[in-house]
């Protein structure tokens, strides 16, 4: 069923965020009003996901609720940041009413389990796509940036990487792997889960922090560049989920360095932090793994079994 922009905003969006004390006003003005307490940073960051482009058509409403803004959460556990409050701007070629419920659904059971406000946005008819912007909050300078990794450091990743390419590349194909293992990879890519408390937690221990959206080596890359070292890491260390090896094999390391879509958290760590680390983690549901060590000499160079490893250029540009 068509539903016009109104009812649209009303049915499915105003009145369904969380309350918070801090959104004086919310959705049905012509802006918000939020009440910012001192003694705080206010943390940033926009991120727009569109069909086709980061997701296929193929993909159920609730998922790409769910990922509008699980992706934008994932940048603000980057940061070591607090999530508040969001906003949501939606483009939408037919707003018809069970794929407006099922997306709803989506983004609002993600966003009540980190307490985060919708606190407006802007509804236009176009090709489907989702711009999700997140406000969080750091205590000034306890804010994780990618700068500040230092050679010696530790190279950490949360989670299991690859798994979530391969997630996208099984959707809806057969490829002869098992259906349990199929479904627990394409659960991966559809419902990417935001490190948001591992990345708050991690605002006292990491040096410097990304989230991994573009493949693991593309992005310790960028984590090196921004902070003027380079890396050594060991293949041979990489976390690689049972599924993944059972889908792919012996491709499960190349998966895991070049697929993106994995929204883990990599991050560097002073040796004398390591012990701190891993009681820290031991509370965590998700593993934490060290790869590799920061170097000063500049690029990111793999071994695997002793031997150099080559990463193939397959990392997706969207330019
Ligand atoms: P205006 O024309 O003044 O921009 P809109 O009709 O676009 O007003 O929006 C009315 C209210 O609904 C505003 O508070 C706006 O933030 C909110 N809003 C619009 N679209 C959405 C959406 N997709 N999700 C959440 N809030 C929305
Ligand atoms: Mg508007």
């Not at 603000?76 to 607090?82: G, P, R, S």
């Not at 989670?159 to 490829?175: E, I």
């Not at 792997?177 to 990491?206: I, K, T």
């Not at 000063?296 to 397959?314: K, S």
Request: hydrophobic share 45%; net charge negative.
């Amino acid at each position: 069923m068509p539903v016009d922009e109104r009812t649209l905003i009303s049915t499915y969006f105003a009145g369904r965020s969380i309350g918070r004390k801090d959104v004086v006003l919310g959705i049905g003005d012509d802006a918000a009003v939020l009440r910012f307490e001192p003694g705080w940073d206010l943390v940033i960051a926009t991120d727009t996901i569109a069909e086709g482009t980061h997701f296929p058509a193929a993909i159920s409403a609730r998922a790409v609720g769910h990922r509008c803004l699980a992706v934008n959460l994932s940048d603000l556990a980057a940061m070591a940041a607090e999530p508040l409050w969001c906003s949501l701007a939606l483009s939408l070629p037919k707003p018809e009413a069970l794929w407006l419920e099922e997306f709803a659904a989506g983004l609002f059971a993600l966003a009540e389990r980190f307490g985060v406000a919708l606190i407006g946005g802007d509804t236009v008819r176009g090709p489907l796509s989702v711009t999700v912007t997140v406000h969080g909050r750091v205590r000034p300078g306890a804010g994780v940036t990618r700068a500040a990794a230092r050679a010696g450091d530790g190279i950490w990743v949360t989670g299991t990487p690859g798994d979530a390419v391969a997630g996208r590349y099984l959707l809806g194909a057969d490829a002869g792997v098992p259906a349990a293992v199929r479904d627990a990879l394409c659960q991966r890519f559809l419902y990417p889960e935001p490190r948001v408390r591992e990345g708050l937690a991690l605002g006292s221990l990491a040096t410097a922090m990304l989230d991994v959206s573009d493949g693991l080596h593309d992005d310790i890359a960028k984590l090196m560049a921004a902070s003027g070292m380079g890396a050594e890491l060991d293949a041979g260390l990489l976390p690689l989920s049972a599924e993944l090896r059972a889908a792919v094999a012996e491709r499960a390391i190349e998966y895991a360095l070049t697929g993106g879509d994995d929204y883990e958290l990599c991050f560097t760590v002073p040796e004398q932090a390591t012990v701190r680390l891993q009681h820290m983690a031991a509370e965590w549901t998700v593993p934490v793994t060290r790869i590799g060590t920061v170097v000063r000499e500049p690029g990111v160079r793999w071994t695997h079994q002793g031997r150099a490893l080559a990463v193939p250029d397959t990392t997706f540009r969207h330019f």
